[in-house]
């Protein structure tokens, strides 16, 4: 398994188009987090020196979600092309184990979100500390116990939503299989917040945009049990969505 990781590492690392998508992603994600900030005045009618610190960087973060959608689009686009380009056939040809294969592309996947996620929080992160000296406000404490857990929620994000596009375009085998499960998932809870309250509150509960918005809001009474609970919802919608993708790779005949 390690070796098939290793080969789709070795092929976005060598081939233009998905380094360069990647690229895109990086430059893309920070922009909107900059320009996000930046057009607080029009966009909110305040001034950057009104914000507190905290307000600051929720709405640099607001970059990330760029990540998440860049992902999804870069993972759908992977999946798809082993079944368009006919790469399949030689994969498992070398892999004849089809549950190997799903997992391998699974755990790439995980991998690569992770690094993207991690690395573009990190430097966004950087960022607003350094906005925030130049405007004289005071400086987040990076391992203080509720903005920690803010940023672990905030990298896992991305790699949630890919996992979700990797395991749609399995199931569809196409690309936008993949992207429009994901990106239904991700912007469903939007459609359900019109409706009454005593449906949307039940609703909402099950989706997992609730549940990642728990390590945001989080607070230093609540911890265990909320991240419990919030752990627990990704994952099931992990787990289920594998299991449906994995069941119908297996089925499919090539």
């Not at 040809?93 to 755990?107: E, G, N, Q, V």
């Not at 405007?135 to 857990?149: A, V, W």
């Amino acid at each position: 398994m390690m070796h098939l990781i290793k080969t789709d590492f070795k092929k976005i690392t060598y081939l233009s188009g998905y380094r360069n998508f990647l690229i895109a992603t990086f430059l893309l994600s920070i922009l909107f987090g900059i320009t996000f900030l930046f057009t607080i005045d029009i966009t909110q009618g305040k001034k950057l020196t009104e914000l507190s610190s905290i307000e600051v960087l929720d709405i640099t973060l607001l970059g990330i979600d760029v990540t998440a959608i860049m992902l999804i689009i870069f993972t759908a686009n992977l999946i798809s092309k082993e079944f368009t380009t006919g790469a399949i056939h030689t994969s498992l040809a070398i892999t004849p184990l089809r549950r190997k294969y799903f997992m391998s592309k699974i755990l790439f996947i995980a991998i690569l979100s992770f690094l993207v996620s991690i690395t573009l929080t990190c430097f966004i992160f950087a960022i607003n500390q350094f906005v925030l000296s130049i405007y004289n406000l005071d400086r987040l404490p990076l391992f203080e116990q509720t903005l920690f857990i803010k940023l672990i929620g905030i990298i896992i994000m991305p790699i949630f939503y890919s996992l979700l596009s990797a395991a749609g375009a399995f199931y569809m085998k196409s690309a936008s299989g993949g992207i429009t499960y994901a990106l239904g998932v991700m912007f469903l809870p939007a459609l359900i917040k019109m409706f009454p309250a005593n449906f949307s509150d039940v609703t909402l509960s099950i989706f997992p945009e609730k549940s990642l918005h728990m390590f945001s809001e989080i607070n230093t009474n609540s911890i265990s049990s909320s991240l419990i609970y919030a752990v627990l919802i990704l994952m099931l919608w992990i787990l289920i969505s594998c299991s449906l993708g994995i069941r119908k790779f297996k089925k499919s005949n090539f």
